[in-house]
């Protein structure tokens, strides 16, 4: 009886794997940036519903368009605070400021891993990731790769990990806002049930800037 119920759970679920590969195979393809895969698994999301599943009719089609938009202009109000705040840093040249400031206090390369990690990290909570990528990177990529001699993959990695975590940190944290409007938990609750995942990915940042930094030491950087 188990194993039926697990089939028959299967045979209900596949007509959602849809979803995933409408976002996948669209990107992937060519057919659709990423912006656009949403769209298109939100339609088919529609679809799915009305047509397979049944459980969705088409007066609830409204309420839903309702709560979607509430939910898109809280998070829009967020990006765009965010990109005003991209903007102030980029006009006060912060960027490279902090990339000179960072080179004459590193005079080793995990030295120069722990700072931008400390820097990215701050960067995180009022930037979306990527107008943080788009104003940290070109500064930074040279410094790391010409004078400390890090591998542009494992810089490409560590600036993503930090702008990712900055999704879930507050007071921008587009990602824990979105995550507390979509489910109706409070985002202070949200963030302490997120800190084991926070901490495990700081663990992991953590063990990514020391293998960098001995890589980079090791090959004479």
């Not at 969705?56 to 202009?73: F, H």
């Not at 005003?84 to 980029?90: A, D, F, K, R, S």
């Not at 030295?111 to 701050?122: S, T």
Request: hydrophobic fraction near 55%.
């Amino acid at each position: 009886m188990a194993l039926n119920a697990r089939l028959i759970a299967l045979r209900d679920a596949l007509p959602a794997l849809i979803i995933p590969g409408v976002v996948v195979g669209s990107i992937l393809g060519g057919f659709a940036t990423p912006t656009q895969s949403a769209a298109l698994a939100s339609l088919a999301t529609v679809l799915i519903g009305l047509f397979l599943y049944r459980e969705m009719r088409i007066p609830d089609l409204a309420p839903a368009l309702v709560r979607t938009a509430v939910t898109s202009g809280a998070v829009l109000f967020l990006v765009a605070g965010a990109q005003i705040i991209g903007w102030v840093l980029t006009y006060g040249n912060l960027p490279a400021e902090a990339a000179r400031l960072i080179q004459d206090l590193a005079h080793s390369p995990l030295m120069f891993l722990i700072l931008l990690n400390i820097l990215l990290l701050l960067l995180g909570t009022v930037l979306e990731p990527i107008p943080g990528i788009i104003l940290t990177a070109p500064v930074l990529l040279p410094v790391a790769t010409d004078v400390y001699g890090i591998s542009p993959t494992a810089f490409g990695v560590i600036l993503c990990l930090n702008m990712a975590l900055g999704l879930l940190t507050p007071p921008v944290g587009a990602g824990l806002y979105t995550a507390s409007l979509m489910t109706g938990v409070s985002s202070t609750r949200l963030s302490w049930l997120l800190t084991p995942f926070f901490i495990a990915t700081l663990a992991v940042l953590a063990g990514l800037t020391v293998i960098t930094a001995l890589q980079s030491t090791m090959t004479g950087g």
